[in-house]
């Protein structure tokens, strides 16, 4: 049963510290999506990957925050420093991508649940 | 730009009963339609989803959504909710060549 893994699950850490969320995409996926969901703003898309090449990072905070996929089975979340106003659930998602990308679904990890203090 | 709204926080329903979670949405083009569920602690899992073909479209564990162009509607429904329907829904549209955009969801509380 292919799924999209994440870690860690919950990560609490302090004002000012480095936090790293990985992301496993399903396997033969070429599109990979970072969410971030919290009360308050509900699901907001974060950065969005084709082929590993990053499409669409308008919705991350520039100054603080950086997605990479150094390859196909691996993306990465990086906060530096973290401030209390990102915690939040973070969600990795993939898709087939493709032609079809438009119109195909997105699969979602389990989320990491990030707590700064 | 394209937007998804979902009008209801919350919809209470009781078990047995027939349910409606209700999505509106503006789309450039032909919109590409999709319903998710969210469980505590879980992340989004696909319902299902309209392309193209009948308005009807049906999904898993019982639900089915209806396409309505005119009223630019795609409204989840299910005949008899269950308790283990309780969930967060989330409808969610793409317009061809852009992003997902999800609506703020909607909780569904069945009541036994």
């Known amino acids: 049963d292919a799924r999209v893994t994440q870690t860690p699950r919950h990560k609490v850490t302090e004002m000012g510290q480095e936090v790293t969320m990985r992301c496993q995409p399903i396997?033969?996926?070429?599109?990979v999506f970072w969410y971030r969901q919290t009360m308050m703003q509900g699901l907001e898309l974060l950065a969005y990957?084709?082929?590993?090449?990053?499409?669409?990072d308008s919705g991350m905070p520039k100054d603080r925050f950086s997605a990479e996929m150094p390859d196909a089975t691996l993306a990465t979340l990086k906060i530096q420093p973290s401030e209390p106003r990102d915690s939040a659930v973070y969600f990795c998602?993939?898709?087939?991508?493709?032609?079809?990308?438009?119109?195909?679904?997105?699969?979602f990890g389990p989320g990491t649940r990030l707590t700064v203090l | 730009a394209q937007s998804v709204a979902q009008p209801e926080d919350q919809v209470n329903v009781a078990e047995g009963n027939p349910l409606t979670v209700k999505c509106t949405y503006s789309v450039s083009g032909n919109p590409y339609l999709f319903w998710y569920v969210q469980y505590p602690n879980r992340g989004l899992q696909f319902l299902l989803k309209?392309?193209?073909?009948?308005?009807l479209v049906k999904g898993s564990y019982g639900f089915e959504a209806e396409f309505n162009k005119s009223q630019t509607s795609f409204h989840l429904k299910k005949p008899s909710a269950l308790v283990s329907d309780s969930a967060l829904y989330f409808c969610?549209?793409?317009?061809?060549?852009?992003?997902?955009?999800f609506g703020p969801g909607t909780r569904l509380s069945v009541l036994p």
């Open positions: 998602a993939s898709g087939p991508g493709g032609d079809r990308a438009t119109y195909n679904e997105q699969f």
């Open positions: 969610a549209v793409n317009g061809y060549g852009q992003n997902f955009v």
């Open positions: 396997l033969g996926h070429n599109t």
């Open positions: 990957f084709r082929n590993r090449a990053p499409l669409d």
């Open positions: 309209y392309i193209t073909g009948d308005n």
